[in-house]
Structure formats: structure tokens, C-alpha cells
């Protein structure tokens, strides 16, 4: 197995993906200047990748996703207004789970969380009653792709154009938080600028599955990026000799086919893990890299802790399930451990159904779902 630096059997996110020797040294020969005097050769050309990659006219390298996000919503605003817009959010996603704080501190924006269809798509309906609802702010509506807690699963142009049309009619903004997009386009065999193209905004991440270390780009038109531009100044988030964070970033945008093999070893971990007695798993549609299994009589939290016995770490999420992210440090020796694993802790289970009532875990928020979702 190749080195990746991690232990094979640390399922918790596919952001625990390390720099391999090729990015380390890309880093190592970046050219870099100062990106505030847009001098920066390397994030220039990632940029330029990356906006080429979505199908936009421009794209903005941020930190994380957790900024891309944040930006999007405010950079939507042509110029700066007395109030916020309104933000139509996935009840379900990344956005309104980890972010809604951040969102209302530095952007004063109150997400407003709606229903979301099994696959993850907002639910039309409810966005439009929502929007129809509106007090003549403008409004942002966001949807997540992969969408995390289905599953990680890959919605497909036609789905994002339902809803983009729909939000389009009301004079919305649609954000696509593409933070796993390359997985979904990898997954649905198309092009990720085909499932940005019905957005607004895309918010696209290189630190996930693809490896980068750091990393997100925010896509959109010229006027659009050029007003983030200036939005992530004013956070602090300039980035000087980013060419060095760029350089790691080039590497991980050709490497969107390596993710296939990311999504076979899920796969086949589903297939094991269903095999379990007593396990239930999550079935997406379209699924990607992201596997979720529950236990009969366990909470996530202890899955998640009797799997840590047994060497295997897995996020427990508020929706009854723990979650495995499947990277490029697993092989099938870590799939067939796991599945080991989750049978040895299901051969315990009764035992703990006798302590816990013997009920499925319901939904509710965990503890644990922190900042390593
Ligand atoms: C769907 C989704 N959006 C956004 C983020 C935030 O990414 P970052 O850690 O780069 O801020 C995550 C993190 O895992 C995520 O899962």
C-alpha cells in the first residue's frame, strides 16, 4: 500500500487525507508572490484550474469551505445593504449543522433550515413556500453536493436544475456547497462543471478526498469573485505566498479519478458491513465514498467507541448512524478489518441492548458532531 501517513483503520473523514511526497514537493518548488498584489503565479493558475474545472469565469482560493461558504451569501449582495439575505438552507447539511453559527456572527444572515428529500435535495415545496413567504430581502438558497448525512449521496444535474430553476423564479442566488463535488461527478460519470452549471456559486474543496492539505475555491461570475475578493480581506483571510497551499491544490484537481477507487472500497465496505447481523446501513442512490451503518441497541456514540477497541474510528453523527469516509489510506485490508471490526462489536450488542432499552438510536443531536464532520 502506498504511504499516506495515516493509520488504515481512521474511517472518522476523508479531510484526514495527508500531503503524499509529489504534493510536498510541489510545495517545495511553488513560485510564489503576494496574492493580495495578485501576484501569486501559482494561485493564479489555480484559480484559473479550478473556475475552468466548474464551468465559471472565476474562481477564489479560501482556506476552507467553511469560508467559501460564509462568503457566498454575503458576496450574492451587489453592493453591501442594510440587511441580510435571507438563507434557505438544507435542514440536514454541513451549512446548517456547523456553520449556522458562524453564518449569523460574521455574516448576520439567520439560516432558515427546510426539509430535505431522501436524496438530499432540498424539499421544492417547502424552498418555495419559503421564498414565496419573502419580505423583499434578497435570498441565497443552498444545497449540499454530496449531500453528507444521505449518505454521501451524488445528486445529479437534473435535481440541482430543479431547484436552481425554482429558487431562479423568486430572483434567489443558488450556492452549491460542493465541498465533495469531484466524488459526486466521479460517482455520476459527468463533468463537475455539468453539476455546478444551474449555480450561482460553488463552493469546491481540495482538502477532502483529493488530498490537498488546505484548501477550498469559491466559483462564480468575474463580478461575483471579485466582491468575495474583497469580502475575504475584510475577514483576515488574505492569503500572501498562498503559492505554496496552490501548489499542493494543482496536484489534487488531477487526481478526481483516483476517487473511483475511493468509491469501489465504500462500496465493497457496504456490502461487508450489510452483512453483519444486526446492522443496518443507510442506502443512498447515487453512493460515493461515505458509508453509515447503525447497530440495533447501540447510540452512535458507543458503536463509535466499542469500533475504537477494535482499532477502527468512525464519526458518530446526530442521525442515529456513525459514519465511515472512505480515502485514499484505505485499501481492502482496512475494508475487511472494519467489517471485522463491526461484527465482533455486533456479537457484543446484545449485551449492551440489555443496558440501552433495546430501541434503534433515534435522531438527536451527538455531542461528538464537531468540527471533524
Ligand atoms: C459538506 C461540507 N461542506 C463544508 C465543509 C467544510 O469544509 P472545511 O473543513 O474545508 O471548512 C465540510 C467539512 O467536512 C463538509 O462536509
Known amino acids: 500500500m502506498a504511504y499516506t501517513g495515516l493509520p488504515p483503520l481512521d474511517f472518522r473523514s476523508d479531510t484526514r487525507t495527508v500531503p503524499d511526497a ?30 475552468e474545472l466548474l464551468g465559471a469565469e472565476a474562481a477564489l482560493l479560501t482556506p476552507t469551505a467553511t469560508m467559501a461558504n460564509l462568503l457566498a451569501p454575503l458576496a450574492a449582495a451587489a453592493s453591501p445593504g442594510p440587511r441580510a439575505p435571507r438563507l434557505v438552507v438544507g435542514e440536514d447539511t454541513h451549512m446548517a449543522f456547523l456553520e449556522a453559527d458562524g453564518l449569523r456572527r460574521f455574516a448576520g444572515v439567520e439560516p432558515l433550515p427546510v426539509a430535505q428529500r431522501p436524496d438530499g435535495l432540498p424539499d421544492l415545496d417547502a424552498v418555495d413556500a419559503l421564498l414565496a413567504a419573502g419580505d423583499g430581502r434578497p435570498a441565497v438558497v443552498c444545497l449540499e453536493n454530496t449531500s453528507m448525512l444521505r449518505a454521501g449521496n451524488a445528486l445529479d444535474a437534473a435535481a440541482t436544475r430543479a431547484l436552481a430553476d425554482l429558487a431562479h423564479r423568486h430572483g434567489a442566488h443558488v450556492h452549491l456547497d460542493g465541498a465533495r463535488l469531484a466524488n459526486a461527478a466521479v460517482a455520476l460519470g459527468v463533468r463537475p462543471a455539468e453539476l455546478a452549471a444551474p449555480a450561482d456559486s460553488v463552493a469546491f474543496s481540495v482538502s477532502k478526498g483529493l488530498g490537498a492539505p488546505v484548501g477550498a475555491l469559491l466559483c462564480g461570475t468575474r463580478a461575483y469573485v471579485a466582491r468575495a475578493r474583497a469580502l475575504r480581506t475584510a475577514l ?138
Open 22 to 51: 509529489r504534493m510536498r514537493a510541489a510545495m517545495a518548488a511553488a513560485e510564489v508572490g503576494d496574492d493580495v498584489y495578485g501576484d501569486d503565479p501559482t494561485v493564479a493558475l489555480l484559480e484559473a484550474r479550478a473556475a
Open 236 to 373: 483576515g483571510g488574505s492569503l500572501h505566498q498562498a503559492g505554496v497551499v496552490a501548489a499542493p491544490a494543482l496536484v489534487a484537481l488531477e487526481r478526481l479519478p483516483d476517487l473511483a477507487a475511493d468509491h469501489a472500497a465504500a462500496a465493497a465496505l457496504a456490502a461487508g458491513l450489510a452483512a453483519v447481523p444486526g446492522a443496518e446501513l443507510m442506502r443512498p442512490p447515487r453512493p460515493t465514498n461515505m458509508v453509515m451503518a447503525r447497530l440495533a441497541g447501540l447510540t452512535p456514540q458507543e458503536c463509535a467507541g466499542r469500533l475504537a477497541v477494535h482499532g477502527v474510528r468512525v464519526l458518530p453523527l446526530p442521525n442515529g448512524f456513525v459514519r465511515f469516509a472512505v480515502h485514499r489510506a484505505h485499501d481492502m485490508i482496512g475494508v475487511r478489518a472494519a467489517v471485522r471490526a463491526l461484527a465482533a462489536v455486533a456479537a457484543d450488542a446484545p449485551a449492551a441492548r440489555a443496558t440501552t432499552g433495546g430501541d434503534l438510536p433515534g435522531r438527536g443531536l451527538s455531542t461528538t458532531w464537531t468540527e471533524e464532520a
